[in-house]
């Protein structure tokens, strides 16, 4: 595993408090739940302690690249030298999602938004120049706040291969939404539910493992998929062959654009086999055209048997509470201050911002009065009418 990204989210149970949770990406691109903690809040001890309980106690594997917002805790925790996830033991990147909400609140401007997706999500240094002059053009100061914030951590083409094509903390939060139910137990229940969930989520993917191991399969089903598609986009490209030694050649696509590649060097000006770890269609094409097997090329990471080892890992079936050993500590009370005072349940303490609001989707229109912004259960004309 090369990638973890990290986030939090909020508890709605009896108590306060935050679930943080870090997650993994494999080689068939499905997540892997690394670790999770339950804290006071989000604040740089918080971030600091389950980061360190990340390396002490989980994985000790330098290089792993790390995704998450730009909370100032995290921020701080990453780059503090004693917690061990300062470069070269990680390198910490931004999610674009994020990344385009903060400029999104300060500069309020969806068409700047879009280019700097754009820039982001560029693969090559070229494309994003000039999604960036066009950024400068358009508003100077925008250019300079981008430029302010080292650009290899929210850009792809400035990444040098290390979060695989991954953008978002998106990994983190699809498994948010399938803890969601579970954040509204009592601790105990959510810790229980979530070791059940956790083990059949391995089972299945353990047993997908040894399947392909059994039949002889080189890679994971995602990179099988990519890779024959790529295969059937490099039929159709023209090659032109300059050095055989280096295996240094000039291709070119239906739509005209050209590139080059050297075989020797593992690298093509598309940035795309660097970016995902595996062969571009241009790659491919040029590996057809000289005979050479492309699946050389992709990364272990993406291998059957990588894939097999990172879910080969047991969960150990659960003692009855009778037969626990025997507890010799001091008894652990929440705080007063974490309880949730009242009934009811408890309101939404999330922080919507315009990431919340999907673009196109109309305000809420009264069925009674026929006004935007409200629903006839809440209108104010019901007597009027």
Known sequence: ?????????????????????????????????????????????????????????????????????????????????????????????????????????????????????????????????????T????????????????????????????????????????????????????????????????????????????????????FTPYVDSQLQGRVVKGGCMEIVLYDHVKGLFHVKSRRGRTHRLSLHEKNCTCGKTLIYGFPCSHMIAACQYRCVDFRMFVDGYYSTRSYYDTWASLFHPLLNEDEWPLYDGPTIVPPDSMQRMGSGRPKSTRLHNEMDVREGITSTTCGLCKQLGHNRRSCKNRNQL
């Open 1 to 133: 595993m090369e990638i973890m990204s990290i986030d939090g989210t909020h508890l709605y149970g009896k108590y306060k408090g935050k679930l943080l949770i870090a997650m993994g990406c494999d080689g068939n691109n499905q997540l892997f739940p690394l670790a999770f903690a339950i804290t006071e809040g989000e604040n740089t001890d918080s971030w600091g302690w389950f980061l360190a309980c990340i390396r002490n106690r989980v994985t000790k594997r330098m290089g792993i690249c790390v995704i998450s917002d730009r909370h100032p805790g995290i921020m701080a925790a990453m780059s503090d030298p004693h917690l061990g996830w300062a470069a070269p033991s990680a390198y910490h990147r931004i999610c674009m999602r994020h990344f385009a909400s903060n400029f999104m609140t300060r500069f309020k401007d969806k068409i700047l938004k879009n280019l700097v997706c754009r820039a982001a999500l560029a693969t090559t240094v070229p494309k994003f120049n000039k999604h960036m002059n």
């Open 135 to 218: 950024i400068g053009r358009i508003n100077s100061e925008a250019l300079h706040w981008l430029e302010s914030i080292p650009v290899h951590i929210w850009a792809l083409s400035h990444d040098e291969g290390r979060r695989y094509g991954l953008m978002t903390t998106n990994i983190s939060e699809v498994f948010n939404s399938v803890l969601k139910g579970a954040r509204s137990l009592p601790v105990t229940a959510l810790v229980q539910l979530t070791f059940f969930r956790l083990n059949a989520y391995f089972v299945a993917r353990r047993e997908l493992g040894a399947n392909r191991l059994a039949s002889a399969e080189q």
